[in-house]
C-alpha cells in the first residue's frame, strides 16, 4: 500500500472508533432506541432519492438492515445507555466475527478450520475476562446486551455474504432504510412515543448541539465517508493489506473515551480486551509474515465492516463465480 492508502485507512480507522465516542454524547441528549433510529433515518431519506437500489434480493437487504441495523446498534446503544463504558464496547462487539464463523458453520455448514477455532477460544477466553471483571464491579447487563449487539452484526454478515450484492457499498447504505420502523416502533414502546421528538426540538438549543453534532457524526463520518474509503481501499487492495487496519478501531475508541470521558480501562479489562482482538485477528486468519503475492492469490484475510471487526474472507477472484461481498 502507498503512504497515502496507508494514512486513509488510518483514518478510517480513527472515524469509526470516534463513532464510539459520539454515542456517549449522543445518548446524554436522546433515548437509546430513538437515537439509532435517527441514526438511520439521516442516511435513508437521501439514500432513497440519490442512490440505486443494489440487485439483491429484498429478503437478504432486509435481514442485514434488521441485524446488522435495528438489533446491532439498537442493543449497542441500550448497552452504552445503560452503563457500558464506550471504549469496552468497542471490544467487545469484535465478537461480531467468531459469531460470524459459528452462524456460517451452523446455517450455511461452512467448514471450520483449526485456526478459526483456536481464534474463537482466544476471543471467548478474552470476553470471559471481561465478564468476571464486570461481574465483580458492575452489572453484567450491558455486557449481554453488547454481546447480543455482536451476535445481530453476525446474523447481518451472512445476510451480506448470501446477498451477493454487485455494488457493496450501495447494499451497505440501502440497509438503512430497514431500521427505521422498528427502531422507531421500540422507542414509542419502551421510551414513549414524544420522547425522542421532544429531545430533537431540544437539539436545536444552546445545550442540546452537542447531541445534533453526534448524530450528524454517527450517520455521515462514519458511514458515508468512513465506508466509502474503505470500499475505495478494499477495490484497489487484497482484503488481506486493508483488514488489520480495523483493528485499530478498538484503540481509538479506548483511548478517546479515556481521554474525553475519563473512562479508564482497568488492568484485566485491558487483557481481556487484548485477548478478544487478538482472537479476531487469528481466527480471521491474518497473518503479518504471509507472503504478499500468496495472500493476493489467495484472497485471504478478514473483511472488516464499519465500526470495527471483521468477517472471514472469502475465496479469491479464481474460486468463485460471484464477487466477493465486502461491507462496512
Do not use: C
Not at 58 to 69: A, C, K
Not at 118 to 137: D, L, Y
Not at 215 to 228: D, E, I, N, R
Amino acid at each position: 500500500m502507498t503512504v497515502r492508502d496507508r494514512l486513509l485507512a488510518v483514518l478510517v480507522a480513527v472515524l469509526w472508533g470516534l463513532n464510539f465516542l459520539a454515542v456517549r454524547v449522543g445518548l446524554d441528549h436522546y433515548p437509546p432506541f430513538f437515537l439509532s433510529a435517527l441514526r438511520f433515518v439521516v442516511l435513508a431519506v437521501p439514500v432513497i432519492v440519490f442512490v440505486p437500489r443494489p440487485k439483491v434480493p429484498v429478503r437478504w437487504l432486509v435481514i442485514y438492515g434488521l441485524g446488522f441495523g435495528a438489533m446491532q446498534f439498537g442493543l449497542l446503544f441500550l448497552a452504552i445507555d445503560q452503563g457500558m463504558p464506550s471504549g469496552q464496547a468497542s471490544v467487545v462487539v469484535q465478537a461480531s466475527a467468531p459469531f460470524t464463523m459459528l452462524l456460517g458453520a451452523l446455517l450455511l455448514g461452512e467448514r471450520i478450520s483449526r485456526r478459526q477455532l483456536a481464534g474463537v477460544a482466544v476471543a471467548v477466553v478474552g470476553m470471559s475476562v471481561i465478564a468476571v471483571e464486570r461481574a465483580r464491579s458492575a452489572a453484567l447487563l450491558p455486557l449481554l446486551l453488547t454481546l447480543l449487539a455482536a451476535l445481530g452484526w453476525a446474523f447481518g454478515n451472512i445476510a451480506s455474504r448470501q446477498a451477493r450484492p454487485d455494488h457493496p457499498l450501495r447494499f451497505a447504505l440501502w440497509m438503512s432504510v430497514v431500521p427505521p420502523l422498528p427502531l422507531l416502533a421500540l422507542s414509542a414502546a419502551m421510551e414513549g412515543p414524544g420522547t425522542g421528538w421532544r429531545d430533537v426540538g431540544a437539539s436545536f438549543s444552546a445545550d442540546g448541539w452537542p447531541g445534533l453534532v453526534a448524530l450528524v457524526y454517527t450517520a455521515l463520518a462514519g458511514s458515508v465517508v468512513g465506508s466509502g474509503i474503505w470500499t475505495t481501499l478494499l477495490k484497489r487492495y487484497e482484503a488481506g493489506k486493508v483488514a488489520p487496519f480495523s483493528m485499530l478501531v478498538p484503540v481509538v475508541a479506548v483511548l478517546a473515551a479515556w481521554l474525553a470521558l475519563g473512562e479508564q480501562p482497568t488492568a484485566w479489562s485491558a487483557i481481556g480486551g487484548t485477548a478478544v482482538v487478538a482472537g479476531v485477528l487469528v481466527g480471521t486468519g491474518w497473518n503479518p509474515f504471509r507472503r504478499r503475492g500468496a495472500a493476493a492469490r489467495r484472497g485471504v484475510g478478514p473483511v472488516p465492516v464499519e465500526g470495527g471487526g471483521a468477517v472471514p474472507a472469502q475465496p479469491g477472484p479464481h474460486e468463485r463465480e460471484q464477487p466477493r461481498t465486502t461491507r462496512h
